[in-house]
């Protein structure tokens, strides 16, 4: 069974500044998806970035970025310039690409990073 | 464009009664999926409906069961409560043939507290 680690249960940055949040996961497969999801107090999941495993480059959103080490199954998040609005809990996801025919939305979901902006 | 909606927002339920949470997936969506978010927790799936049939599930037990609709939307039923189901229930919605990469879209979640 596949799982999502995130050591890092809070973190805090500068506004304007640069923080990078940890995420290790576990599958046997080859061919996954991997995702980062923010929550703020709205509670409503939201994408911040998605990297397929079988594509070397690393995604970039903007002022989001991933480092994705599929060898040791790393995938952390940067979030550069910080903003106020960044201020949320942020989820690592892994979903399976061996689903059927597109039809599975599981996502295995790390225990979240609550990531706090300071003025 | 309205997206994944989720009713009620918050509810309260004693130990052994039964409830009913709602979603209407974003339009154009065809599948729906259920997680539960305990307090402090990451979202764990619950189960997934796609031409109003179960699709796949995770670990809960037959308790929890669901229901779509000819429209696609859905309801999350769950018996028998137990202190332990306290959690944000959340929607998310998709269409199938996308990409598995695609992107889910969730609901702002219906919050169940069992006393």
């Known amino acids: 069974a596949q799982t999502v680690t995130q050591s890092q249960p809070e973190m805090s940055v500068q506004e304007a500044e640069t923080v990078t949040l940890s995420c290790t996961y576990d599958?046997?497969?080859?061919?996954?998806?991997l995702f980062w999801y923010k929550q703020p107090p709205s509670r409503q999941m939201i994408l911040v970035i998605r990297?397929?495993?079988?594509?070397?480059q690393n995604a970039t959103e903007n002022r989001f970025s991933v480092n994705f080490q599929k060898a040791a199954k790393s995938f952390s998040l940067k979030i550069s310039d910080s903003q106020l609005g960044d201020a949320a809990m942020y989820f690592c996801a892994y979903r399976s690409a061996t689903g059927d025919g597109g039809a599975t939305n599981k996502l295995i979901f790390g225990t979240g990073t609550l990531l706090a902006v300071q003025p | 464009d309205a997206g994944v909606t989720q009713s009620p927002t918050h509810l309260i339920k004693t130990r052994g009664q039964q409830v009913t949470l709602r979603c209407s997936p974003k339009s154009g969506h065809d599948t729906v999926s259920w997680y539960q978010q305990a307090l402090g927790q990451g979202p764990q799936f619950i189960f997934q409906?796609?031409?109003?049939?179960?699709?796949q599930r995770g670990n809960f037990p037959d308790r929890f069961s669901g229901h779509q609709f000819p429209n696609y939307s859905s309801e999350l039923n769950v018996n028998a409560l137990l202190l332990g189901d306290s959690a944000l229930y959340l929607c998310a919605s998709s269409l199938v043939g996308l990409p598995l990469g695609g992107e889910l879209f969730f609901g702002e979640g219906s919050r169940l507290t069992v006393l």
């Open positions: 409906y796609y031409e109003e049939e179960e699709r």
């Open positions: 990297q397929e495993a079988y594509k070397q």
């Open positions: 599958t046997s497969e080859s061919d996954y998806y």
